[in-house]
């Protein structure tokens, strides 16, 4: 067997439809699309969520919610990754640069800094937001919580 001698199973393959091409093909007139109606005309496209003229389910059902425009959105960052970066890092200022650098948040992300955890380095922590517990912490630690 080689590649130039393969072909379909038996049975398995039919002509194409030729559609439009008059009265005598036995598809001539409607070319099969039926009478009337949008399915029938050139340019029919069906628009999503369309249900047949029947009220679409995002229109049937209620909205609920809301969405404030003023909310930010924070990268919670636990005392216990501090403490663990300042171990691996052995540095006495940890702030956005630095975690960034470490794989823990994005560049564009705003940091808060969460109490989770024990911190026993004494380090300067910059970031956007601190809980008070986790601002607490890291003063008894001796260090400082510098909001950026």
């Keep these: 067997m ?11 393959t039919h002509s194409q439809k030729r559609i439009g091409r008059g009265a005598g093909s036995g598809k001539g007139g409607t070319s099969t699309r039926g009478h009337k109606g949008a399915k029938s005309r050139s ?5 999503i969520g369309f249900e047949g003229g029947q009220m679409p389910i995002q229109r049937r059902l209620p909205k609920f919610g809301f969405k404030n425009i003023n909310h930010v959105e924070y990268k919670a960052i636990n005392l216990s990754a501090i403490q663990a970066l300042a171990e691996a890092l052995n540095v006495e200022k940890i702030g956005l640069e630095e ?3 470490a794989g823990l948040i994005s560049k564009s992300a705003l940091v808060k800094v969460l109490g989770n955890g ?7 922590v910059e970031a956007n937001a601190f809980s008070k517990s986790a601002e607490a912490a890291i003063v008894a630690a001796g260090g400082q919580a510098v909001k950026l």
């Excluded at 080689?2 to 398995?12: I, R």
């Design 43 to 47: 340019g029919y496209s069906k628009k």
């Design 118 to 124: 024990t911190l026993t380095a004494k380090v300067t």
């Design 2 to 12: 080689e590649l130039y001698n393969l072909t379909p199973a038996a049975g398995s």
């Design 99 to 101: 975690l960034h650098n």
